[in-house]
Nanobody, 125 residues
Framework: QVQLVESGGGLVQAGGSLRLSCAAS????????MGWFRQAPGKEREFVAA????????YYADSVKGRFTISRDNAKNRVYLQMDSLKPEDTAVYYC??????????????????WGQGTQVTVSS
């Protein structure tokens, strides 16, 4: 079992930056692909970014490509999401997720087995 806890969310003006952190416990996440997803009010949960178990491959939604960067530190059992040039449409609850039993990252929420409780990101115009 893996427990995930997100932090780093908050209120920021458009154009600003935030760095989200996902701390894992229970077991090492070094073999798990990890992903970040977000959900805005009234909308479905959507893919933001994913990273392979080694960190060698990263994937991004078109809406955040060039602005967000996913990274991981397996020694610290943490995954990060650096968000730059934030826009009001980035406002959502952001979730960290881990995929068990397979080494390939995915952009599909049902493919992930463990989820954090989420952290709110609000971008004002």
């Amino acid at each position: 079992q893996v427990q995930l806890v997100e932090s780093g969310g908050g209120l920021v003006q458009a154009g600003g930056s935030l760095r989200l952190s996902c701390a894992a416990s229970g077991r090492p996440i070094s073999e798990y692909p990890m992903g970040w997803f977000r959900q805005a009010p009234g909308k479905e949960r959507e893919f933001v970014a994913a990273i392979s178990w080694s960190g060698g491959n990263t994937y991004y939604a078109d809406s955040v490509k060039g602005r967000f960067t996913i990274s991981r530190d397996n020694a610290k059992n943490r995954v990060y999401l650096q968000m730059d040039s934030l826009k009001p449409e980035d406002t959502a609850v952001y979730y960290c997720a881990a995929r068990r039993g397979i080494t390939i990252a995915s952009d599909n929420p049902p493919h992930y087995d463990y989820w954090g409780q989420g952290t709110q990101v609000t971008v004002s115009s």
